[in-house]
């Protein structure tokens, strides 16, 4: 695609639920990353993927958050037993590593979950 | 390890006129690439401008230019002749860089800063 699709963009879910959220990055970008976001602070990272394989999952919180990438292209993040403290905005990144220090990320629209 | 501090939570700035947002990093990797992303308040990340750490100048990208000084590790965003559209919240990240030049990890960003642009 153009770029990276993220569904869904809006998801309210009750505390202790089971989530998905997926990421189309760009045709051909072998990285792609997660964020989670909350009002006013900066992105924080969760997982990085190059490939199929997680390459740093050092910013996932703990075991209810974990994601996968199984055929290198579209990725889902899968959070259990979801708490108030989990709402955030999710942001998937994809690029394309090769060849220049200057590949950027681009972002997706973002899935803004909020837990009640 | 990698940190990037923005000390500056608001920023105002009147139409027409430049802005100069801060950033300062701190890391272990010898060669390493910068970034500013704008925010605006609809969400999205919009990519800006690229220094690398080894780039003898400072980069420039029509009325951005990162003024880049290494030996402070500080690479302030400068945003000339200010727009009312520039109003928006500015990310500066950055990520190691491999022998040979490849970009690898993860971008790790700053707190913000939130620009306003007076009419």
């Known amino acids: 695609g153009a770029g990276v699709s993220q569904t869904p963009s809006n998801k309210v879910t009750e505390k202790g639920k089971y989530v998905e959220l997926r990421c189309d990055p760009i045709?051909?970008?072998?990285?792609l990353y997660w964020y989670r976001q909350s009002l006013g602070q900066g992105p924080e990272f969760l997982i990085y993927?190059?490939?199929?394989?997680?390459?740093?999952d050092s910013g996932l919180p703990n075991d209810r958050f974990f994601a996968v990438r199984p055929e290198g292209s579209v990725s889902t993040l899968k959070i259990q037993r979801t708490e108030r403290g989990d709402s955030a905005v999710y942001l998937c990144?994809?690029?394309?590593?090769?060849?220049?220090?200057?590949?950027?990320?681009?972002f997706g629209a973002g899935s803004r979950l909020t837990v009640l | 390890a990698q940190k990037i501090t923005q000390t500056q939570p608001g920023m105002f700035v009147q139409e027409k006129e430049a802005v100069t947002l801060d950033c300062t990093y701190d890391?272990?990797?010898?060669?390493?690439?910068l970034f500013w992303y704008k925010q605006p308040s609809s969400g999205e990340m919009i990519f800006l401008i690229y220094?690398?750490?080894?780039?003898?100048q400072n980069a420039t990208e029509g009325r951005y230019s990162l003024n880049f000084q290494k030996a402070r590790k500080s690479a302030n965003l400068v945003i000339s002749a200010s727009q009312l559209g520039d109003s928006a919240m500015y990310f500066c990240?950055?990520?190691?860089?491999?022998?040979?030049?490849?970009?690898?990890?993860?971008?790790?960003f700053g707190q913000g800063t939130i620009l306003t642009v007076h009419p």
């Open positions: 890391t272990s990797d010898q060669s390493y690439g």
């Open positions: 990144a994809s690029s394309s590593d090769r060849g220049s220090g200057a590949n950027v990320l681009t």
């Open positions: 045709s051909g970008h072998t990285a």
């Open positions: 220094q690398g750490s080894y780039d003898e």
């Open positions: 990240a950055m990520r190691g860089i491999r022998t040979g030049g490849t970009s690898y990890g993860k971008l790790t």
């Open positions: 993927f190059q490939g199929t394989g997680a390459a740093d």
